[in-house]
């Protein structure tokens, strides 16, 4: 075999071996559209992506994660949100699904790992770098998305946390009076497999609340006065938490709305996102 066509199978080995990426490897500015892109092997670890026409390295991500109580949901319920941002190409955003809780698993760290995993995929697979974060969550997800900011993104890379109705802190003295706040932490410690009593210290270690800092990235949060889910003291407690520490915070409650917000609400909610993230991204 001459030199030439060595040289020649050398290259057709390498490049039929490399592991095929969404991009185009020349074109770093070029818009993306990717649905339900898997950014691990399970089943439900998938997203939807978008990154706008630009310059990435200057380019700020939202990351949406959706609600349902660690156990079921879908990327679908925030699925207007990221047609909003793919028309406004403000931002990149991916609405992700990530790993739901069951009897043989927990939620955490399960789930933050995911959240790390998909904006990992996105530094790597569609080479964004991702050191501009805004956070987006909703119930559950914003549980999620705040522990993440809170407790893991040691980097510092998150810039703003949205947190619609989310549990922040289950050692909140309104989950453990008896009544109906009792009841609904029964389906907690159902699903985090764990009872409250004897794991008091375990229960604080999830909670956002009590991983806030100094350093913690500015937050907005929205409650509804009428929750019969989360209790509104979640909100407070946490606006309390930040201003401890003099994290940068908004925090709006809704006396006629419950775990999910009525028009007029939805519409003041929206409008505060929007100035918030455009204030820190």
Same mark, same amino acid.
């Given at each position: 075999?001459?030199?030439?066509?060595? !040289?020649?199978?050398?290259?057709?080995?390498?490049?039929?071996?490399?592991?095929?990426?969404?991009?185009?490897?020349?074109?770093?500015?070029?818009?993306?559209?990717?649905?339900?892109?898997?950014?691990?092997?399970?089943?439900?670890?998938?997203?939807?992506?978008?990154?706008?026409?630009?310059?990435?390295?200057?380019?700020?991500?939202?990351?949406?994660?959706?609600?349902?109580?660690?156990?079921?949901?879908?990327?679908?319920?925030?699925?207007?949100?990221?047609?909003?941002?793919?028309?406004?190409?403000?931002?990149?955003?991916?609405?992700?699904?990530?790993?739901?809780?069951?009897?043989?698993?927990?939620?955490?760290?399960?789930?933050?790992?995911?959240?790390?995993?998909?904006?990992?995929?996105?530094?790597?697979?569609?080479?964004?770098?991702?050191?501009?974060?805004?956070?987006?969550?909703?119930?559950?997800?914003?549980?999620?998305?705040?522990?993440?900011?809170?407790?893991?993104?040691?980097?510092?890379?998150?810039?703003?946390?949205?947190?619609?109705?989310?549990?922040?802190?289950?050692?909140?003295?309104?989950?453990?009076?008896?009544?109906?706040?009792?009841?609904?932490?029964?389906?907690?410690?159902?699903?985090?497999?764990?009872?409250?009593?004897?794991?008091?210290?375990?229960?604080?270690?999830?909670?956002?609340?009590?991983?806030?800092?100094?350093?913690?990235?500015?937050?907005?949060?929205?409650?509804?006065?009428?929750?019969?889910?989360?209790?509104?003291?979640?909100?407070?407690?946490?606006?309390?938490?930040?201003?401890?520490?003099?994290?940068?915070?908004?925090?709006? !409650?809704?006396?006629?709305?419950?775990?999910?917000?009525?028009?007029?609400?939805?519409?003041?909610?929206?409008?505060?996102?929007?100035?918030?993230?455009?204030?820190?991204?």
């Amino acid at each position: 075999m001459n030199r030439k066509t060595l !040289l020649i199978f050398t290259l057709f080995f390498l490049f039929s071996c490399k592991k095929q990426q969404p991009e185009n490897e020349t074109d770093f500015t070029r818009e993306v559209l990717s649905s339900d892109y898997a950014y691990g092997s399970h089943n439900q670890q998938k997203m939807d992506v978008y990154i706008p026409q630009g310059d990435r390295d200057t380019m700020a991500l939202l990351v949406l994660v959706h609600g349902g109580g660690w156990t079921q949901g879908d990327k679908s319920s925030f699925a207007q949100w990221f047609e909003y941002e793919k028309n406004r190409g403000r931002y990149a955003v991916i609405n992700i699904n990530y790993r739901l809780d069951n009897t043989q698993t927990r939620p955490l760290p399960m789930q933050t790992d995911d959240i790390h995993s998909a904006i990992q995929s996105l530094r790597n697979d569609f080479m964004f770098p991702a050191n501009r974060i805004g956070m987006i969550g909703a119930s559950a997800g914003a549980h999620l998305v705040s522990q993440y900011a809170y407790k893991y993104d040691t980097a510092g890379n998150v810039k703003a946390v949205v947190n619609f109705v989310g549990p922040v802190d289950f050692n909140d003295p309104e989950y453990h009076t008896a009544g109906h706040w009792e009841w609904i932490f029964s389906g907690i410690e159902y699903i985090f497999n764990l009872p409250y009593s004897g794991n008091e210290i375990q229960y604080a270690e999830w909670s956002p609340y009590h991983h806030v800092t100094s350093q913690s990235p500015p937050s907005i949060l929205f409650y509804g006065l009428q929750d019969t889910l989360v209790p509104y003291s979640q909100g407070e407690r946490l606006h309390q938490r930040l201003n401890q520490f003099n994290v940068e915070n908004e925090y709006y !409650l809704y006396p006629d709305s419950g775990h999910r917000f009525n028009n007029t609400d939805t519409q003041h909610a929206l409008s505060k996102t929007a100035a918030f993230l455009e204030r820190h991204l």
